[in-house]
């Protein structure tokens, strides 16, 4: 049974860090490309940061770049992020993204919330 579980959500003030991880079980993690995605209150849910199956790419978007880093352990079969300078318009929910490039097979974890307020 695949499953993508996400931690490391909560409440943090502006200009603060939190490090979410994913723990993946399930299929072959060290094959897969991992992402985060994001998704605020009615908006959709949008791409934030992606890393090859080596680890050997990072791609990140605009909104994250500069703040966030992407990391994984195939080893541990975890994906991490740690998002640093946090803004209140990143306060949404956090999801981890598994693809196996050229193919259909993609997963999603339940997402974990993240709020940046004071």
């Known amino acids: 049974q695949v499953q993508l579980v996400e931690s490391g959500g909560g409440v943090v003030q502006p200009g603060g860090s939190l490090r979410l991880s994913c723990t993946a079980s399930?299929?072959?993690?060290?094959?897969?490309?991992m992402s985060w995605y994001r998704q605020a209150p009615g908006k959709e849910r949008e791409y934030g940061t992606r890393?090859?199956?080596?680890?050997?790419?990072?791609t990140y978007a605009d909104s994250v770049r500069g703040r966030f880093i992407v990391s994984r352990d195939n080893a541990k079969n975890t994906v991490n992020l740690q998002m640093n300078d946090l803004k209140p318009e990143d306060t949404a929910v956090y999801y981890c993204?598994?693809?196996?490039?050229?193919?259909?097979?993609?997963?999603w974890g339940q997402g974990t919330q993240v709020t940046v307020s004071s």
């Open positions: 993204n598994a693809w196996f490039i050229g193919s259909k097979d993609e997963y």
């Open positions: 399930g299929f072959t993690f060290s094959t897969y490309t």
């Open positions: 890393i090859s199956s080596t680890g050997s790419r990072t």
